[in-house]
């Protein structure tokens, strides 16, 4: 449906789980497509996860890897220089809640001064579009659900939260100045097979094998907008193919051609019953035995620094924009997490 031939795609974090995943689909959709991979495969998670991900593209001959940190310029400028990309994807980042308050350094560099190179990459050499990821964590300790992109957003509660609604602030301060046309797009708690281990499901999955207790945090009283990860790649896609139009104002100075999206499954599930189904999942696929003994390895904790009650999306603009909002279901998604683990750490572990 939508075709990228003869466009240069450049992809950040594609050795990263929605970055692999979205490289792999618009190469295999779009063989007159090139998309460029850029990723400095970093060990906040397991590398050879990364590494395992980066092999889908061994026999994928339009997809070109370029091993770096978004924060060097130079080597920004040179990708830049050299394959002068049509559409810019910009997934790489320090991810993750928890971490920002134990390594801060990792947010600055990769997602503010990363962000800002290639901001200017895409001001010196023009692009039609420049997606990138936000998060649904912008939306903070929102009370007012579902959380829509007219909600003001000004109450981050966790530095990487604060990052990401600082490259919203950029892309637009970019988009005015230069007529960069702009999407953001806010994810809300991406999973699926090969996703992060520093995620709850992983996590909980690799401790309940280890035979360790997992943590339920604000006692199980928290409700998460979980979307599987194939939902979010055709968001994108959607999102990638539509550049937000270059229109000029009353004052004969452009309008920021600038979008912001919500993508995430818009029904909100409580965290006991998340963990309910990934473990009737977990044995239905032989990760763990039949007789497990699951309520001793359940402990309820307190809410954690950086972390929210519930997420929830509304994804009426995404909807009306490009006629599309995910529907996978948790019990489809973490089947097919399940099903993955067994063969994956089977095979590898
Ligand atoms: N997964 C989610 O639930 C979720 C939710 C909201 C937003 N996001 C955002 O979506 C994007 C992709 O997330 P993901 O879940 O695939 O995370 P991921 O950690 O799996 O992928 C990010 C990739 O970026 C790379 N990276 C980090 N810093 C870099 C740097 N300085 N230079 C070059 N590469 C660097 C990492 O090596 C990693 O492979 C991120 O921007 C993340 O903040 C993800």
């Given at each position: 449906?939508?075709?990228?031939?003869?466009?240069?795609i450049?992809?950040?974090?594609?050795?990263?789980?929605?970055?692999?995943?979205?490289?792999?689909?618009?190469?295999?959709?779009?063989s007159?497509?090139?998309?460029?991979?850029?990723?400095?495969?970093?060990?906040?998670?397991?590398?050879?996860?990364?590494?395992?991900?980066?092999?889908?593209?061994?026999?994928?001959p339009?997809?070109?890897?370029?091993?770096?940190n978004?924060?060097?310029?130079?080597?920004?400028?040179?990708?830049?220089?050299?394959?002068?990309?049509?559409?810019?994807?910009?997934l790489?980042?320090?991810?993750?809640?928890?971490?920002?308050?134990?390594?801060?350094?990792?947010?600055?560099?990769?997602?503010?001064?990363?962000?800002?190179?290639?901001?200017?990459?895409?001001?010196?050499?023009?692009?039609?579009?420049?997606?990138?990821?936000?998060?649904?964590s912008?939306?903070?300790?929102n009370?007012k659900?579902?959380?829509s992109?007219d909600?003001?957003?000004?109450?981050?509660?966790?530095?990487?939260?604060?990052?990401k609604?600082?490259n919203?602030l950029?892309?637009?301060?970019?988009?005015?100045?230069?007529?960069?046309?702009?999407?953001?797009?806010?994810?809300?708690?991406v999973?699926?097979?090969?996703?992060?281990?520093?995620?709850?499901?992983?996590?909980f999955?690799?401790?309940?094998?280890?035979?360790?207790?997992?943590?339920?945090?604000n006692?199980?009283?928290?409700?998460?907008?979980?979307?599987?990860?194939?939902?979010?790649?055709?968001?994108?896609?959607?999102?990638?193919?539509?550049?937000?139009?270059?229109?000029?104002?009353?004052?004969?100075l452009?309008?920021?051609?600038?979008?912001?999206y919500?993508?995430?499954?818009?029904?909100?599930?409580?965290?006991?019953?998340?963990?309910?189904?990934?473990q009737?999942?977990?044995?239905?696929a032989?990760?763990l035995?039949?007789d497990?003994?699951?309520?001793?390895?359940?402990?309820?904790?307190?809410?954690?620094?950086?972390?929210?009650?519930?997420?929830?999306?509304?994804?009426?603009d995404?909807?009306?924009?490009?006629?599309f909002?995910?529907?996978?279901?948790?019990?489809?998604?973490?089947?097919?997490f399940?099903?993955?683990y067994?063969?994956?750490?089977?095979?590898?572990?």
């Amino acid at each position: 449906m939508n075709n990228f031939d003869g466009k240069k795609i450049l992809i950040t974090g594609t050795a990263g789980f929605i970055g692999s995943y979205l490289a792999k689909r618009v190469c295999l959709e779009n063989s007159g497509a090139k998309v460029i991979g850029f990723d400095s495969i970093n060990d906040y998670y397991d590398v050879k996860l990364k590494e395992h991900r980066l092999s889908w593209f061994e026999n994928i001959p339009n997809f070109e890897f370029v091993k770096g940190n978004l924060a060097d310029k130079k080597i920004i400028n040179q990708i830049f220089e050299k394959y002068h990309p049509d559409i810019v994807v910009n997934l790489a980042a320090q991810a993750g809640v928890r971490y920002s308050i134990e390594n801060p350094d990792a947010y600055i560099e990769a997602n503010l001064i990363g962000f800002y190179n290639i901001l200017e990459a895409c001001r010196h050499y023009p692009v039609e579009h420049l997606v990138y990821a936000s998060s649904s964590s912008v939306y903070g300790g929102n009370k007012k659900v579902p959380f829509s992109t007219d909600d003001k957003v000004d109450n981050p509660v966790s530095l990487y939260a604060a990052t990401k609604k600082s490259n919203e602030l950029l892309a637009h301060a970019y988009s005015k100045l230069y007529n960069i046309p702009s999407t953001g797009l806010r994810f809300f708690t991406v999973y699926g097979p090969a996703g992060r281990p520093d995620m709850a499901y992983f996590g909980f999955t690799n401790k309940l094998i280890n035979g360790e207790k997992i943590q339920i945090y604000n006692f199980g009283n928290c409700r998460r907008d979980f979307t599987y990860v194939d939902d979010i790649v055709e968001g994108i896609i959607r999102v990638m193919a539509k550049a937000p139009e270059k229109k000029d104002g009353e004052d004969g100075l452009p309008l920021p051609p600038y979008k912001v999206y919500n993508i995430g499954n818009s029904n909100p599930e409580n965290l006991l019953d998340f963990v309910k189904i990934l473990q009737e999942e977990l044995v239905r696929a032989e990760v763990l035995p039949q007789d497990y003994d699951f309520e001793s390895h359940k402990e309820l904790v307190p809410m954690q620094p950086g972390d929210v009650p519930v997420t929830y999306a509304d994804t009426t603009d995404l909807y009306n924009d490009f006629g599309f909002k995910p529907t996978t279901s948790l019990r489809t998604g973490l089947r097919n997490f399940a099903e993955w683990y067994k063969q994956f750490y089977g095979e590898i572990k």
